[in-house]
């Protein structure tokens, strides 16, 4: 069974509300004295304190075991996110004129650039390991004592029972490096030294910072509460010196089972501080919405609280990029949700050309393309994507949506018919649906099925196929070859393929389905997106010019919506060439690390279907499990969703990992890895 609350904060970031003001000094001052002292020198120290236990422990991680090397990688990234919440009370205290810069600087400096650098490796690391212990019996005493009573904002209240329990997590997996390290008597008692003289840092800091800015040392309440035995000596100093006394015996190593207690309680404290939240502003009341509207919106309604209950990331916010990982909530995550197969977001020459666009055009145009939001960088992108896909004309769109919904009722209607595969992607569906055309729809990948059903139809009337070129849940690719045969032996017949996972993926330099197929300019109607690979936002259709005139007068998608922002259309081109000279190369690692990611996981026993692409998915056949594993996956730090129906058809319910240029071997096999501890942890559930 998994122990309730060992080790429960390692797997979630701390953050503080965005919107909590501590522009109050009585913030920092407003306690009891030697509360305020600690918990003020605290902010002031410990991010660089933080950044040493990282670096000390860093440097070892590839000695590690690899299931202690991951927990020391969680312990790292959630000491940093808290660390970095440190700061921004930090930043408020500085504004407050609260933060004795110069002093803090100078115990920095001389902590961090004297001493450490001179410090041998191992005694850094007991020194570390030795901190974390101080700090675990420090936050002990403040749960324990309850003095955290004494500050004011829930906030930092938040803030600090967080890192205090934090505290209590860490020393564990600390030690267990230490323990792994080294086992040397000197080293560690020298340790023990070294926290001990940082500590009384903290202590001199904090007093300094009373005495200078608030005063509260010349207070009668601080003299009193130092002198009077009863907190301190029982307290905090006695429990420090006890603990010590503890860490020398022999084989100490300390668990967080025995704070377990402590900590139940201290998670119990940040529930209930978490639901007290900001402070709304009042807003007027808004008109509700009419029974009759509310009625057909429950049933929805209930279904999606009832998932986003399950899988609390579904709309996680990504605070930033990070090549193949992500920052979410606090938490760095390897990212297996992005469609940026070929690793361009954030390419240098995409983003310079974006930010020349914008300080060039703004960041919109007026209005539409066909009454003045026409611009040359609209112009040139069409000529760039006709260019790369080797075709006469291509004409953009605001979303790759659009594109579909747009082009599909533009070309045929009431009288024609659609052949649409049955696993096309929503907006081809709904665009069949919007068309008014008769729609059929055909076995998956199915020529023969498609070919047949043609055949049944009367002569003479207009018909479209339309296909996906790589199917966005399942990462198979549509027989291209097969499909134009089977247009060719029916008259009045178009072939439209959607590119949307194919472009940079498929094709020896990355340039879709026809080159893949050896059979350049035999679509009719190509669309894709430039929402994927190409790391920007709007559709395109490629084709003759004569269909592209058609669609710029005739699609109403294109002449009633407002062009393409420059911005995009800048981005996007430059992303056209940074294919053209790198797409080769990028491709080719994309499909060795496609190849290893989807044979680790055969290995392990994953289903991963049919995929010859980027996307792998990893079927489940259940949406239970699929929703387990996908959390289980994200609290080992996978970024991975649970695709369910109406996405995919009942009993196929999966996660879909889509794999990029970015990921390394190492990403790849971490991922594995924590999939199968996530399978074991679902099993153990599910029995
Ligand atoms: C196959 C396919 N076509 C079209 C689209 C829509 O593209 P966009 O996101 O640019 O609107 C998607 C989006 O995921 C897709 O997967």
Known sequence: MMPATAHVLQKRPFRLDESAGFSDSSSWCGGNPVTTQLLNAYTILVPGGEHFIIRTCKMYLSRLEPELREELE????????????????????????????????????????????????????????????????????????????????????????????????????????????????????????????????????????????????????????????????????????????????????????????LLTSALAELRHLGVEGPKREVRPSPRVLPPKFRTKMTRTLTRCHGLQKRHEFFFSCIDKYDGAWIHTGGERKLNFCTYSYLGLLHHEQIDEAAKSALERHGTGTHGVRLLGGNLEIHEQLESSIAAFFQREAAITFSSGFMANLAVIGTLVGKGDYIFSDELNHASIVDGCRTSGAEVVKFRHNDAADLDAKLSSLPNGVRSMIIVDAVYSMDGDVAPLRKLIEVRDRHLNTILMVDEAHSVGVLGTRGRGIE????????????????????????????????????????????????????????????????????????????????????????????????????????????????????????????????????????GTERLRMNVTYDHRREDLDYAVRAMVRARTNVKGRHG
């Open 515 to 650: 080159e893949h197929f050896d059979c350049v300019g035999q679509i009719d109607v190509l669309m894709g997106t430039l929402s994927k690979t190409i790391p920007c936002q709007g559709g395109y259709i490629v084709g003759s010019q004569e269909l592209i005139d058609y669609l710029r007068y005739k699609a109403r998608g294109f002449i009633f919506s407002a062009a393409l922002s420059p911005v995009t259309a800048a981005a996007a081109q430059a992303a056209l060439k940074v294919i053209e000279n790198e797409g080769e190369a990028r491709r080719t690692q994309l499909m060795a690390n496609v190849h290893y990611f989807v044979g680790r996981l055969q290995e392990e026993g994953f289903d991963t279907g049919d995929t010859e692409t980027a996307i792998v998915p990893v079927v489940l056949r259940s949406e239970a499990l699929a929703f387990e594993m996908a959390k289980q996956c994200n609290l080992e730090g996978i970024y991975v969703m649970p695709v369910i129906y109406p996405a995919v058809t009942k």
């Open 74 to 261: 969680r312990v790292f990234f959630q000491e940093a996110s808290h660390s970095r919440e440190h700061q921004r009370v930090l930043e408020a205290m500085r504004a407050n004129g609260l933060s004795l810069e110069i002093f803090r600087k100078l115990v920095e400096w001389l902590s961090y650039h004297l001493l450490e650098p001179l410090t041998p490796l191992k005694l850094r690391l007991a020194t570390a390991a030795a901190i974390e212990h101080h700090n675990a019996v420090i936050a002990t005493f403040f749960l324990n004592q309850e003095m955290l009573r004494g500050v004011r904002s829930g906030e930092l209240r938040r803030l600090f029972v967080w890192h205090f329990a934090e505290e209590i997590e860490h020393k564990e997996t600390v030690f267990k490096v230490l323990q792994s390290i080294s086992r040397s008597w000197l080293v560690r008692i020298l340790g023990l030294f070294l926290s001990f003289t940082t500590f009384l840092c903290y202590l001199a800091i904090g007093a300094l910072l009373l005495l200078f800015k608030t005063r509260a040392v010349l207070t009668r309440d601080f003299w009193v509460e130092v002198l009077n035995p009863e907190p301190i000596r029982k307290g905090l100093f006695a429990a420090l010196v006890k603990e010590s006394l503890r860490y020398l015996r022999p084989k100490f190593c300390p668990s967080a089972e025995e704070s377990r207690p």
